[in-house]
């Protein structure tokens, strides 16, 4: 950073600079230096447009676009001086343009503001973070189902209040995920969906009286078409809500699975563990392998939330148009996002070297009493009501907890006399596996196989 003490860009209004403190707590040059790339793509597209409308001549276009090209390799060499004094990254980038391009430069800005310069650049900040976003999506539904064809034919018990519940497998487990983060993926491209007008052009608030062709600038940025509100292109934040949202919910997504992976992995349970390139041991005690990238991604999603909710708190009380409130926005939102692409690698690398014991997990499929609801259902096949049908198997429940025996096991006689139809056959046939198999609705685990193939074909 340099000490530079030139007068701001606007300073034609003012004769002298803010005050040092408020110069400080003012700039935002930390948070939004990321922009530096979109703000030299929209304002190389903003040359080109006001040369192809004969506002500037080609020479000045020409100019400019040699000006911004040394800029941008300056930045990317590292010796580009950055100032505080001059706030931000839009600033700085002007400033230094018109050091290169002295007669061109002052009229880059020619129908267009900064209110409308910033949104175009967020805009276009934001929908690459989407799109990087959504890959890395794609990274964590492939990395599931490679464990659940690795894993296709492991039982697992399914959970209900984190009691046994009902016998599942491993692939369907880890298919729920892929199912989930479909979902997730498809909230972060409606939002990119949202977002993908142009603000270029909208000037302060109220447009300007310059032929400007907003349709080329948002042409030539990917936008689908330009803002159709000048006010609205000026003001809306909206589309940072929308997508630190989508990202939120998909951190949650995240986060379910990481608290397995520390559950799964816990000793009382020892289903899952992660593999050393994810955990790491202890200062003190040898034998600890802890499940650190887990228990990080349930900590930073709570990172996403809270930027959602900073964002909501920033912007509800923000009349129309342009409110400095809004230079707090940037850095919350590209943080968030940051955040999401991070925690999404992540996760895909440690659901990828995941191990399972399957012992353990087939052993659990099988307790606790999980085929209960195969056996009402059995007896609701015969005709029982299925409500009756419940109220004869809690009590057979009831009977094996005092015998400590399971279901198959239960003393025939005893079992009788709860009802006649719980014969010995009809018991021994309750089995982890053929409930599984007996669970013929679509979206059931009998159904994985066909699943993973549909995902195989989907996710390439």
């Not at 839009?90 to 209110?115: C, F, Q, W, Y």
């Not at 803002?227 to 995240?254: H, K, P, Q, W, Y």
Request: aromatic share 6%.
């Amino acid at each position: 950073m340099t000490d530079d003490t030139r007068n701001p860009l606007w300073g034609g209004r003012f004769a002298g600079g803010p005050a040092e403190a408020f110069q400080r707590f003012g700039h935002s040059l930390d948070a939004d230096i990321k922009l530096w790339r979109e703000d030299i793509q929209g304002s190389k597209a903003h040359a080109r447009m006001l040369a192809a409308q004969g506002i500037i001549s080609e020479a000045e276009r020409d100019a400019l676009l040699s000006g911004l090209d040394q800029v941008a390799s300056e930045i990317e060499a590292g010796t580009f001086g950055w100032s505080e004094a001059l706030e931000d990254v839009h600033m700085n980038v002007e400033a230094r343009l018109r050091e290169i391009a002295p007669k061109a430069a002052g009229k880059l800005h020619t129908g267009r503001s900064r209110n409308d310069q910033v949104a175009t650049d967020l805009r276009l900040w934001v929908r690459a973070s989407l799109d990087r976003c959504a890959e890395a999506v794609r990274e964590c539904q492939r990395a599931f189902l490679h464990q659940a064809e690795s894993g296709h034919d492991a039982l697992m018990p399914g959970f209900t209040h984190l009691q046994i519940a009902q016998p599942v497998t491993y692939a369907h487990h880890c298919l729920a995920y892929v199912e989930m983060l479909e979902r997730d993926r498809k909230r972060l491209l409606s939002a990119r969906e949202h977002l993908n007008e142009s603000p270029l052009g909208a000037a302060a608030l109220g447009g300007t009286p310059h032929p400007i062709d907003r349709d080329m600038t948002a042409k030539e940025l990917g936008f689908d078409r330009p803002m159709a509100n000048s006010l609205d292109a000026a003001s809306a934040r909206d589309f940072c809500l929308e997508a630190v949202g989508a990202a939120s919910i998909c951190g949650v997504t995240l986060s379910r699975y990481a608290e397995e992976v520390v559950l799964f992995s816990s000793a009382p349970f020892s289903y899952w563990q992660c593999s050393e390139s994810f955990s790491t041991g202890s200062s003190i005690m040898p034998q600890k392998r802890n499940p650190d990238a887990a228990e990080l991604i349930r900590a930073k999603v709570g990172r996403l939330t809270g930027a959602f909710n900073a964002l909501t708190l920033q912007t509800k009380g923000l009349a129309l148009a342009y409110a400095k409130d809004m230079q707090e926005t940037k850095p919350v939102t590209m943080e968030a996002l940051d955040q999401l692409e991070a925690t999404l690698l992540i996760t895909a690398g440690m659901v990828r070297e995941m191990t399972i014991n399957r012992a353990r997990m087939a052993e659990d499929a099988n307790a606790g009493y999980a085929t209960a609801t195969d056996l009402a259902d059995s007896l609701a096949k015969d005709g029982i009501p299925f409500r009756d049908a419940h109220h004869i198997v809690g009590a057979l429940v009831a009977l094996c907890e005092e015998k400590g025996c399971t279901l198959s096991e239960a003393p025939e006689a005893e079992a009788q006399a709860i009802s006649p139809l719980l014969t010995r056959d009809r018991l021994a046939g309750l089995t982890p596996e053929a409930s599984v198999q007996g669970k013929l609705s679509y979206g059931g685990p009998a159904f994985t196989r066909q699943q993973a193939d549909r995902w195989t074909k989907a996710l390439g």
